[in-house]
């Protein structure tokens, strides 16, 4: 079995989260990508068995829900990378995650942890400004 640079990229980018165990986020989420995308970062949201996730890829932020096992996991929310300015987080009860846009409205989300949650918003700052990921 072959695997797509994106399953790969998207594996390893959400192998740097504190996860849950939530089968679709592992199964799902990677056949909604295009093959040879290059996934960056990953932010997986609030624990239970159908989460939302943040992804960022270099062309493309998406919002995708994890869905049961007679459905699929779907894209809620897409636009292009170049359209996100910023990503904020400020901790607190229910806090959310928010992508600022150039134009049109925000996209939001609940995390699951608050430590990842900084970091997502620390390292996206981080490519916005510099095109790369910290190292």
């Known amino acids: ?3 797509t640079r994106a399953a790969f990229t998207y594996a390893s980018a959400l192998n740097r989260n504190e996860l849950f165990e939530s089968p679709g ?3 799902d989420v990677p056949s909604l990508l ?3 995308e290059e996934v960056l970062l990953v932010l997986p949201g609030v ?5 939302n996730v943040m992804i960022a890829t270099a062309t493309r ?3 995708v829900s994890v869905a049961g096992p007679l459905k ?3 894209i809620q929310r897409e636009v292009p990378s170049s359209e996100v300015e910023s990503v904020r987080y400020r901790p607190g009860i229910l806090s959310k995650v928010r992508a600022a846009r150039t134009s049109g409205r925000d996209i939001t ?4 942890r608050k430590v990842v949650a900084e970091r997502f918003s620390h390292e996206f700052g981080h490519l916005i400004r510099t095109g790369s990921l910290p190292s």
């Open 47 to 51: 624990a239970g068995d159908f989460p």
């Open 72 to 74: 699929r996991a779907k």
């Open 25 to 27: 986020l592992r199964r």
């Open 109 to 112: 989300m609940v995390p699951n």
């Open 34 to 36: 295009h093959p040879e």
């Open 61 to 63: 932020f998406l919002l």
């Open 1 to 3: 079995m072959t695997t």
